[in-house]
């Protein structure tokens, strides 16, 4: 017995079809936001002086409210290729012992009633954000009268850290277009551009952001230039092993009579 298909059997399913897809659609659309461009960046592991002068502001600078608790002291030394005494006349530990992880001298609770949020710690960032959104965010705060810190950053809508950089960079103002938040349009600031001028030239300031981001990475990634020095040989390892057990396995095999060679083999 044959069935005629009748469109109309479906009607339900199509419509509950079409109101899926118009929901999932309209939250795909809700999240739209206009992204501003990130800053390009090449981290270079074997650029000690730049680690060097990123982890001097990152210990003096950003361990005044953050803390670095993926690393101690003493591996930082290691990661900047510097001997305990050079690490410690140079860098220091702010008072602290140097086998200690790297947590800031600044109470929680006196952040969170200063800024309303603990500061998150930097180990933990520099793993979950790129080098290049890294870099974009520490040369991309601007001045907003309306945030109770006075600024706000391109990448980082809204942002509860303050300008630390104000006297060294100079202030910004934003680069405004009409765009995208969260779905709704609103006026995205997609740059910056200077408004006063700092202590430092912009190129000057942007090498040290570099240096702080690389010096981030670094730390995040603590085992990255050990394994790619070994990742090569590991390789060959692997490459000389598969020979070998290539010539044992043609070594195994020549000795063995298969079906096919035994009606000759067995006749000598
Ligand atoms: C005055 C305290 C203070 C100092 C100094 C400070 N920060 Fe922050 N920082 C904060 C606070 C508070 C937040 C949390 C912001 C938020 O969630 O809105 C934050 C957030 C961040 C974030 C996270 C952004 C994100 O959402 O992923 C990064 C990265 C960061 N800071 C880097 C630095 C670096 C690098 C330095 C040193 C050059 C530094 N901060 C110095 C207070 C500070």
């Given at each position: 017995m044959?069935?005629?298909?009748?469109?109309?059997?479906?009607?339900p399913?199509?419509?509950?079809a079409?109101?899926?897809?118009?929901?999932?659609?309209?939250?795909?659309?809700?999240?739209?936001?206009?992204?501003?461009?990130?800053?390009?960046?090449?981290?270079?592991?074997?650029?000690?002086?730049?680690?060097?002068?990123?982890?001097?502001?990152?210990?003096?600078?950003?361990?005044?409210?953050?803390?670095?608790?993926?690393v101690?002291?003493?591996?930082?030394?290691k990661?900047?290729?510097?001997?305990?005494?050079?690490?410690?006349?140079?860098?220091?530990?702010?008072?602290?012992?140097?086998?200690?992880?790297?947590?800031?001298?600044?109470?929680?609770?006196?952040?969170?009633?200063?800024?309303?949020?603990?500061?998150?710690?930097?180990?933990?960032?520099?793993?979950?954000?790129?080098?290049?959104?890294?870099?974009?965010?520490?040369?991309?705060?601007?001045?907003?009268?309306?945030?109770p810190?006075?600024?706000?950053?391109t990448?980082?809508?809204?942002?509860?850290?303050?300008?630390?950089?104000?006297?060294?960079?100079?202030?910004?103002?934003?680069?405004v277009?009409?765009?995208?938040?969260?779905?709704?349009?609103?006026?995205?600031?997609?740059?910056?551009?200077?408004?006063?001028?700092?202590?430092m030239?912009?190129?000057?300031?942007?090498?040290?952001?570099?240096?702080?981001?690389?010096?981030?990475?670094?730390?995040?990634?603590?085992?990255?230039?050990?394994?790619?020095?070994?990742?090569?040989?590991?390789?060959?390892?692997?490459?000389?092993?598969?020979?070998?057990?290539?010539?044992?396995?043609?070594?195994?095999?020549?000795?063995?009579i298969?079906?096919?060679?035994?009606?000759?083999?067995?006749?000598?």
């Amino acid at each position: 017995m044959t069935q005629k298909y009748s469109p109309r059997r479906h009607r339900p399913v199509l419509a509950l079809a079409a109101v899926l897809l118009a929901t999932c659609g309209a939250a795909w659309g809700s999240v739209a936001s206009t992204v501003p461009p990130l800053r390009p960046i090449t981290v270079n592991l074997q650029d000690k002086a730049a680690l060097r002068n990123g982890a001097l502001y990152a210990v003096h600078m950003c361990v005044a409210c953050h803390s670095l608790q993926g690393v101690r002291y003493s591996s930082l030394a290691k990661v900047l290729g510097l001997s305990r005494a050079q690490f410690l006349a140079t860098i220091g530990t702010n008072g602290q012992h140097y086998h200690d992880t790297i947590t800031s001298n600044m109470p929680a609770a006196l952040m969170e009633a200063y800024v309303k949020i603990a500061p998150p710690d930097l180990t933990v960032i520099a793993e979950r954000r790129s080098p290049a959104w890294l870099y974009t965010y520490l040369t991309s705060f601007y001045v907003d009268p309306s945030r109770p810190t006075g600024v706000n950053n391109t990448v980082r809508y809204n942002v509860a850290m303050p300008d630390v950089f104000a006297s060294m960079q100079g202030l910004q103002k934003p680069v405004v277009v009409e765009g995208l938040r969260f779905g709704s349009p609103a006026k995205v600031a997609v740059g910056v551009q200077p408004l006063t001028q700092g202590t430092m030239t912009k190129a000057q300031f942007d090498q040290t952001a570099r240096d702080i981001v690389s010096f981030l990475y670094a730390v995040a990634h603590p085992h990255q230039q050990e394994r790619e020095r070994l990742g090569p040989w590991i390789l060959g390892l692997f490459l000389a092993l598969s020979i070998l057990t290539y010539l044992l396995y043609k070594l195994y095999w020549s000795r063995v009579i298969t079906s096919k060679e035994r009606w000759w083999r067995i006749g000598r």
